[in-house]
């Protein structure tokens, strides 16, 4: 009974709402292989409190438990740093200069995105970027914090390089690294307590696992250094 009454209030045959402005080939390609094949917007769009996707809201973020997926529309996608390029080739390997994939999104990519051909790859990017992909954001430089400036020399730079550099098949760049750049420091915030496991990527690539410093640090030491 439950499910019917779910089904009255929120189940419908609309087509689900573009997440970004196209009209090409390509954009159309990837709208199918977001939303018909790859359900993308089923972790990465809001829901709401009785699980309903909002659907008002397409690809601005979810909420998966621990971590969250982010908000993944063109501009916010800009915001952070990401272009066509890289958006291709994180989709097509997992692994970029500036972000890897990690908990649920390596899985994506490990098992499915992945494998798909060049030009699937290139439409599905097109549809998330939008057939004009908006200008990618400059990095600002701040003042920073010099607490947390030395919290992240005594426990991180060993692996991630004393200016944030990462180092290949070890650690990822912090400089400049999407997921710093997110809104909601969250998914930093996780990773830093929990850690990550050691993960695998096309071509070779590799991250050594990461261990978690919810014993090593402070609330405020954690806040102070992201």
């Known amino acids: 009974m439950a499910l019917i009454g779910w089904n009255l209030?929120?189940?419908?045959?609309?087509?689900?709402?573009?997440?970004?402005?196209?009209?090409?080939?390509?954009?159309?390609?990837?709208?199918?292989?977001?939303?018909?094949?790859g359900h993308c917007g089923e972790c990465h769009t809001p829901r709401g409190v009785l699980g309903q996707v909002e659907s008002d809201n397409p690809m601005a973020g979810g909420n998966l438990g621990r971590f969250i997926a982010p908000d993944i529309t063109p501009d916010s996608l800009a915001?952070?740093?990401?272009?066509?390029?890289?958006?291709?080739?994180?989709?097509?390997?997992?692994?970029?200069?500036?972000?890897?994939?990690?908990?649920?999104?390596?899985?994506?990519?490990?098992?499915?995105?992945?494998?798909?051909t060049k030009e699937d790859a290139l439409a599905l990017t097109t549809y998330l970027m939008g057939d004009k992909a908006p200008?990618?954001?400059?990095?600002?430089?701040?003042?920073?914090?010099?607490?947390?400036?030395l919290t992240y020399l005594n426990q991180c730079a060993g692996c991630h390089s004393l200016d944030g550099e990462g180092k290949p098949h070890v650690a990822v760049a912090m400089d400049g690294n999407t997921?710093?750049?997110?809104?909601?420091?969250?998914?930093?915030?996780?990773?830093?307590?929990?850690?990550?496991?050691?993960?695998?990527?096309?071509?070779?690539e590799s991250m050594q696992s990461m261990p978690g410093f919810s014993h090593r640090l402070s609330n405020k030491e954690i806040a102070e250094s992201g």
């Open 9 to 37: 209030l929120f189940l419908d045959d609309q087509p689900i709402k573009a997440s970004s402005e196209g009209n090409s080939d390509l954009w159309h390609r990837g709208r199918y292989l977001s939303n018909a094949l």
């Open 79 to 116: 915001a952070r740093g990401w272009t066509t390029t890289t958006m291709n080739q994180f989709l097509s390997t997992g692994i970029t200069d500036k972000a890897t994939a990690f908990s649920e999104m390596h899985t994506v990519i490990d098992l499915s995105t992945r494998f798909l």
């Open 135 to 149: 200008e990618p954001a400059k990095m600002t430089a701040t003042q920073g914090n010099n607490n947390g400036r």
């Open 179 to 204: 997921t710093l750049r997110q809104p909601d420091a969250r998914n930093l915030v996780v990773s830093i307590l929990d850690g990550l496991p050691a993960q695998n990527f096309p071509n070779n």
